[in-house]
Nanobody, 124 residues
Framework: QVQLVESGGGLVQAGGSLRLSCAAS????????MGWFRQAPGKEREFVTA????????RYSDSVKGRFTISRDNAKNTVYLQMNSLKPEDTAVYYC?????????????????WGKGTLVTVSS
């Protein structure tokens, strides 16, 4: 129905920047909330950020607010995550998620579709 493919992960030093992309294909909708989540080794998957279809409603976790920026280009069916001032604790597999809806909640977790993830490693 909907496929999500992340890209842009890699190795970066602390303080550096990285941009992740999530391309959606298959069935598309103008009412999809999309977001980013991450999972570090030995930890549960956690919410990072989410954005409404229009881009007017955006949520961030406290740990990334002010450093990460989510955006989307609906013409390209792509969502981006610009990560600045990266810290070693940001190291994780980053997953793109999506669900049908209008207003993302402060801590989105119930996504319907998931990508396979892209690894981000931040060295100190």
């Amino acid at each position: 129905q909907v496929q999500l493919v992340e890209s842009g992960g890699g190795l970066v030093q602390a303080g550096g920047s990285l941009r992740l992309s999530c391309a959606a294909s298959g069935r598309t909708s103008s009412s999809y909330i999309m977001g980013w989540f991450r999972q570090a080794p030995g930890k549960e998957r956690e919410f990072v950020t989410a954005i409404s279809w229009s881009g007017s409603i955006i949520r961030y976790s406290d740990s990334v607010k002010g450093r990460f920026t989510i955006s989307r280009d609906n013409a390209k069916n792509t969502v981006y995550l610009q990560m600045n001032s990266l810290k070693p604790e940001d190291t994780a597999v980053y997953y793109c998620g999506a669900r049908y809806g209008v207003v993302p909640t402060p801590n989105e977790s119930a996504m319907t579709y998931w990508g396979k993830g892209t690894l981000v490693t931040v060295s100190s």
